[in-house]
């Protein structure tokens, strides 16, 4: 899409439970993926997570149809990750940065826990 200024803007307040309880009221069990961002740290390259504490990465909202501010995705003394649903918010920023990514959305995906609800 072409450039449009950032309109949300990020804020590096952190919004993650330190315990999260799920329950559904569906008739039918649901799927959800659970991650634990230490266990991502851990399996994720040191080099990409340094190059994703210091090189900002903004995204474009495909539903919104807005631009988010740059931000590390990676922050310091957090475990945090800002991970982003690839389906609605395309990366954009250096080349090396989103390579480095995707493979930490790569290995979220292969090592998350489904767990069922319901």
């Known amino acids: 899409p072409p450039y449009d200024a950032p309109k949300r803007f990020y804020r590096p ?6 315990f999260v309880v799920v329950t559904s009221c569906a008739s039918e069990p649901s799927k959800v993926d659970v991650l634990d961002f230490r266990e991502l740290r851990a399996a994720s ?9 210091c090189t900002p990465i903004s995204f474009f909202d495909t539903e919104a149809r807005q631009r988010l501010e740059p931000m590390p995705v990676v922050h310091e003394g957090s475990c945090v990750v800002d991970l982003w649903p690839l389906e609605r918010f395309e990366p954009e920023g250096s080349p090396e940065a989103l390579e480095a990514y995707c493979r930490l959305h790569a290995t979220s995906k292969r090592i998350c826990h489904r767990v069922e609800v319901g």
Do not use: I, K, P
């Not at 307040?13 to 330190?18: I, L, M």
């Not at 390259?45 to 504490?53: G, P």
């Open 13 to 18: 307040e952190t919004y993650v439970a330190d």
């Open 45 to 53: 390259s040191q080099q990409d997570m340094a190059l994703l504490r």
